[in-house]
T-cell receptor, first 114, second 109 residues
Framework: GAVVSQHPSRVICKSGTSVKIECRSL??????MFWYRQFPKKSLMLMAT?????????EQGVEKDKFLINHASLTLSTLTVTSAHPEDSSFYIC??????????FGSGTRLTVV | GQQVMQIPQYQHVQEGEDFTTYCNSS?????IQWYKQRPGGHPVFLIQ?????EVKKQKRLTFQFGEAKKNSSLHITATQTTDVGTYFC?????????FGAGTILRVKS
């Protein structure tokens, strides 16, 4: 089945540094990927839609300069959290459409900013 | 924007008891998808419902889509400890998913 590989699974960084999260579609091409943020025991909130070869589309209230998205190929999308602060600590998950109606999710990245 | 309400927020059941989570929307849902997220894990696609009044079954899980396409439910018969996790409904809105708040299921053995 369609698999999305997400790395790293956990990262701890210092305030003010940047963190890059990668999502790769392993056995299919993903022209569109989605980035979500999830707080503990809460739902998934869509941050942005990543489009291969073009600019990402950000949801209302999401700072595009803070959360940089790059989708340079049909199998790779990256999310960079720039100048991270403790309030950016969260669980970040990417997903892609499988083409069969459902979406497959990466395993998520737990970011802790200290 | 599109909103999907999901209840209950939490449910603790004794192993062997049934469990149901409900989703509803004030507007017509284009299609509804259900996901399961185990503790510490990521959402896993369970099923998609498209047609009005549709009912689908996966072993002990029964999924329903309302006649007016404004509500949906997931029912688990005779819960097992392996059923623990958070169950989310999601409306496919264009190419995006709008998630409900999720129902956290705990099963006591």
């Amino acid at each position: 089945g369609a698999v999305v590989s997400q790395h790293p699974s956990r990262v701890i960084c210092k305030s003010g540094t940047s963190v890059k999260i990668e999502c790769r579609s392993l056995d299919f091409q993903a022209t569109t990927m989605f980035w979500y943020r999830q707080f503990p025991k809460k739902s998934l909130m869509l941050m942005a839609t990543s489009n291969e070869g073009s600019k990402a589309t950000y949801e209302q209230g999401v700072e595009k300069d803070k959360f940089l998205i790059n989708h340079a190929s049909l199998t790779l999308s990256t999310l960079t959290v720039t100048s991270a602060h403790p309030e950016d600590s969260s669980f970040y998950i990417c997903s892609a459409s499988t083409g069969a109606g459902g979406y497959t999710f990466g395993s998520g990245t737990r970011l802790t900013v200290v | 924007g599109q909103q999907v309400m999901q209840i209950p927020q939490y449910q603790h059941v004794q192993e062997g008891e049934d469990f149901t989570t409900y989703c509803n929307s004030s507007t017509t849902l284009s299609n509804i998808q259900w996901y399961k997220q185990r503790p510490g894990g990521h959402p896993v696609f369970l099923i998609q419902l498209v047609k009005s009044g549709e009912v689908k079954k996966q072993k002990r899980l029964t999924f329903q889509f309302g006649e007016a396409k404004k509500n949906s439910s997931l029912h688990i018969t005779a819960t097992q400890t392996t059923d623990v996790g958070t169950y989310f409904c999601a409306d496919r809105y264009g190419n995006k998913l709008v998630f409900g708040a999720g129902t956290i299921l705990r099963v006591k053995s």
